[in-house]
């Protein structure tokens, strides 16, 4: 995005850590990020870091409507100064990204609480071109990825659609993550420390599932081996 702020995903949310200088300045700058995305924030949960900015009811207010009218729901606000996080409490801003409830994790009825499970982001939109997402986790995408879209995960990436931008798993050095998408056609695909461009295609697109084998990076068909 043009304007240059970072975004990351956070459980269901969307975090973007809001540059020091005048207000005003800053604000501008914010909005210029959200109208860039277009799509990709529309419907959005959207957390803002502040640090120690001094905000007051009447400048949360105020950003919290201009969101809403660009379809973005204004839900946490992370600050240290004292009278920003007080007048978010007042309207009723979360003051942190939150953890699940205890009534959440403890169900009437008992289940298997032991079954291993990893931190991914749902982004449940088209990437178009200018779109980045950068998430430690795993990045799962309900939509389709264009060209000039970025999706950098530290695990795998799912794409429950078509892609066509740039994606890099494993961006730590995860050897084991894996690349999956129904149309699977990146400008570039990275896993780990090895790059690859997609051939050129012969015949329909299928769904297909890119990991490294041997140190190469290999596509092949993504299927349930179960259905078989």
């Known amino acids: 995005m043009g304007s240059g702020l970072a975004v990351k995903g956070v459980g269901d949310g969307l975090l973007i850590h809001v540059p020091t200088g005048p207000w005003d300045e800053a604000l501008a700058t914010l909005l210029q990020t959200v109208e860039e995305g277009g799509e990709f924030f529309r419907g959005a949960r959207l957390a803002l870091q502040f640090e120690d900015r001094e905000l007051g009811a009447s400048d949360l207010g105020r950003l919290r409507d201009v969101l809403a009218e660009r379809g973005v729901n204004l839900w946490a606000i992370l600050c ?8 978010a409490a007042d309207l009723g801003l979360a003051l942190d990204l939150g953890r699940p409830s205890q009534r959440a994790m403890q169900p ?23 779109h980045h997402v950068h998430y430690a986790g795993h990045v799962v995408v309900v939509g389709d990825v264009n060209p000039g879209a970025e999706i950098i995960a530290g695990g795998n990436v799912i794409v429950w659609g078509r892609l066509r931008g740039v994606v890099h798993a494993g961006a730590g050095g995860n050897e084991d993550a894996v690349v999956c998408a129904l149309d699977l056609a990146p400008t570039q ?31 092949e068909k993504w299927i349930d081996e179960h259905r078989r």
């Open 189 to 219: 695909l990275r896993i780990a420390g090895q790059i690859a461009v997609s051939p050129e295609r012969r015949g329909a697109a299928l769904p297909e599932m890119a990991h490294l084998r041997d140190g190469q990076l290999v596509a």
């Open 108 to 130: 009437d009825e008992p289940i298997e609480t032991e079954l291993p499970g990893e931190q991914a982001v749902l982004v449940h939109r088209t990437l178009r071109s200018g």
């Open 80 to 87: 240290t100064a004292p009278a920003t996080r007080s007048a």
